[in-house]
């Protein structure tokens, strides 16, 4: 989701989580939820691997929510009592967060850099709400907060009148959206999503920024599907040929370590994204990982009931009885790795990206055949 992309843009694969966003700063927007000792932890360790002067380039919204110690304990604990209809959380304490949120007794980061007296009434009232749920409950974290409230301060800053005044100074501003479409609370495959609109509304109800400043809007899309956790996946492939795409793609759930499960390719839920997104191009990432298939499936179309329909359907059991229609394509059994231009893929690669583009009817402008930056084919 991006106003205005300069010409270095270049998305590209990682499994990393890193702070790479040199265009105006990486900005941990109001729209987020924040643990302090996990942001802390992953700084360190990106310190380690060699990222230098953060502390001038990481802002953090006053607005953002905090995370506590005790809402990672009740994640888990909610998802124990939930048993076989468990939703497959990271168990980062994400969801009681947003909930603290929606019943307007959470606790903001401006809440801990204000009067910190009204702020631990404030904790307390909330911590004696969650023991009253859940009595085996052990707080005492507060010294800690204390600590971290004189470490984060020269961080935070009211972020929605500093990224207007960046747009009115010309400066162009790259948001990047963390969890796929399908994850959004709103418009996902609920409830087996995240607590937040990590669609493209949640770069206005996020950000502060209005929709008219939206530029293009960039579709990451890997060449096959693939999901963390619960829920119904159509087009996932239970044999070898999944057990291959999740080797050769290493995928690995990155908070969570778990296997991903893959599947073939779905164009009626990347349709239904384009739809609530808007996305002007896309692009495709490791299309490397198909390259030593005889034979590729995608998913065009469903049928509910033994009729075709033409929406995603919401409800997660209508869409757990839907029958996929593919198409089959030949593969091209041949690397794609060392390929640098689109004219150089094999013939049908081309064919498998032509398709995508039709039943789409957004243009590939990237493709991803290998880990790194310089993998990606910009056309």
């Not at 987020?32 to 990106?46: A, C, D, K, T, Y």
């Not at 506590?68 to 994640?75: A, G, K, P, S, T």
């Not at 349709?271 to 490397?288: E, H, P, Q, R, W």
Request: aromatic content about 8%; some cysteine; overall charge neutral.
């Amino acid at each position: 989701m991006i106003k205005n992309v300069p010409s270095s843009f270049i998305p590209y694969r990682t499994d990393v989580n890193h702070f790479t966003i040199d265009l105006l700063a990486q900005n941990d927007r109001n729209g987020v939820v924040i643990h302090l000792p996990g942001l802390f932890e992953e700084l360190e360790s990106n310190e380690a691997k060699g990222l230098k002067n953060w502390q001038e380039r990481l802002i953090i919204s006053d607005r953002a929510h905090m995370v506590f110690d005790f809402h990672q304990q009740v994640d888990g604990l909610q998802e124990l009592e939930k048993g076989t209809q468990s939703l497959g959380t990271t168990k980062k304490g994400i969801g009681p967060t947003y909930s603290c949120k929606a019943a307007r007794n959470g606790l903001r980061i401006g809440d801990l850099l204000g009067d910190f007296d009204k702020f631990s009434q404030k904790f307390d009232t909330l911590v004696t709400s969650y023991q009253k749920m859940f009595p085996a409950l052990q707080v005492d974290v507060k010294a800690e907060l204390q600590r971290y409230a004189e470490r984060i301060r020269p961080l935070v800053k009211e972020t929605v009148q500093y990224l207007h005044q960046a747009l009115r100074e010309g400066k162009k501003v790259l948001v990047e959206g963390a969890n796929a479409a399908m994850l959004d609370i709103d418009f996902g495959t609920y409830p087996y999503v995240t607590s937040s609109n990590c669609s493209i509304g949640g770069v206005c109800t996020g950000l502060g920024l209005p929709p008219s400043y939206i530029g293009d809007v960039v579709g990451v899309v890997k060449a096959y599907t693939t999901r963390v956790g619960d829920g119904p996946f159509p087009t996932e492939l239970l044999d070898a040929t999944g057990e291959l795409l999740q080797k050769r793609g290493h995928e690995f759930g990155v908070t969570t370590n778990r296997k991903r499960r893959c599947g073939w390719l779905d164009l009626t839920l990347l349709k239904f994204t384009a739809m609530v997104n808007g996305y002007t191009s896309i692009c495709l990432t490791k299309l490397d990982i198909l390259d030593t298939l005889p034979k590729i499936r995608i998913g065009v179309g469903y049928r509910l009931n033994g009729k075709e329909i033409d929406y995603f359907p919401s409800s997660t059991s209508d869409l757990a009885k839907v029958e996929v229609v593919y198409e089959t394509l030949d593969g091209w059994q041949s690397t794609t790795e060392g390929v640098r231009s689109l004219e150089k893929l094999p013939p049908n690669a081309k064919k498998y990206i032509q398709l995508i583009e039709e039943h789409l009817g957004v243009p590939v402008k990237w493709i991803g055949v290998g880990a790194g930056r310089e993998s990606v084919i910009a056309l």
